[in-house]
């Protein structure tokens, strides 16, 4: 049966090559040359606030109602919010003094640990740079100092949140400290007021006020001077190809400029998740800042990133539509005095659109691009 199909398909062939007016196949080629290729990985991500603040109620209070909204714009110090403090009795005031020893606690506790982070990473810089050595010296393999940078960035994003968190806390104790200092003996009533910790957007609105609320009850949100990070969250084997400092490319935004970010650091413990069509799938985040984001690109933005991988300069490549697989290698046809060569190529990178040719292939050669099925070694070919 399969030798009679063999045979049909050579007639249809050659019916179709004498039809056609002529013995040559019209084939459409471009040029083997050397190009800037790179090679990126793309999922869908989001965009984030870079460390932004949670303003929390620092004393149990009436919430005197405001007019923020998600959206506007503060500066450092501007009034948010009123907690409006009623201390008629001495419960109230033995109150405020335990709110006032709880937020004592909660900053002791962020100091110690910043002081840790900010210990480890003291460490981990000595480690980096003595792998920094090694590696200079052959010493290390590039994945295993690329390790250590990525957990140098892990660590240092690890004191910054530490700072900021110690700096809310700071703020909670200097407003319950306010609050008992501040305690008039004839009407016996005091408020408390609430600043930005920064300039910066409310992202969110928690409470609107007017009512009663308890200590550390969420407010509002606020950006870190606008500053902006994406998440993209990779199958881990795409995510062991990214390095700290890669290049990302983030599309598909809302607006027509590509927007230009850099990997911080790759999160050290994956997840598991589920697509669309119920397959299992681990996954990491890669996190990543965005150079001078657009005004329009809000936090919680779903984007389209592109992050670099591999890229290098004049490297000879070919389109990938030119390639396909026979006897389990690459092959090509190349354009030869009117007739289609076969030859089989060694390939290395490769993206969507070209292919980087190790052996096989010299600069100025012409390839068929997505050859037809009448596109057989040694047939006479028209080129367009």
Known sequence: MGKWLLIVSGVLITAYIFLSGGNSVRVQTATAALRDLSVTVQEQGQTRAYLPFVVTAPVTGHLQRHEWIAGDVVAQGDELATLALVTETSRDTAALRANLAAATARRESAQAVLAEAETTLERATREAQRRERLFLDRLISEEEHDTYLQTLAATQSRVNSARATLAASAAEQRSAAAQLMGLDAEDNSSAVKLHAPSSGTIHTVFERGDRVVSAGTPLLEISNQDAMEVVVDLLTQDAVRVRPGATIEVRDWGGDQIVMGTVDYIEPRAFTKYSALGVEEQRVNVI????????????????????????????????????????????????????????????????????QVLAGLEAGEQVIVFPSDLVQNGVAIDAR
């Open 288 to 355: 990543g800042t965005l150079q001078r984001p657009p005004a329009e690109l809000g936090a919680g933005y779903r984007i389209e990133a592109a992050i670099v991988v591999w890229q290098q300069a004049q490297v000879l490549s070919i389109p990938a539509g030119a390639l396909f697989r026979r006897d389990e290698q690459w092959q090509v046809f190349v354009a030869v005095d009117g007739r289609a060569r076969l030859r089989q190529v060694s390939i290395g990178e490769r993206n969507r659109e070209y292919a």
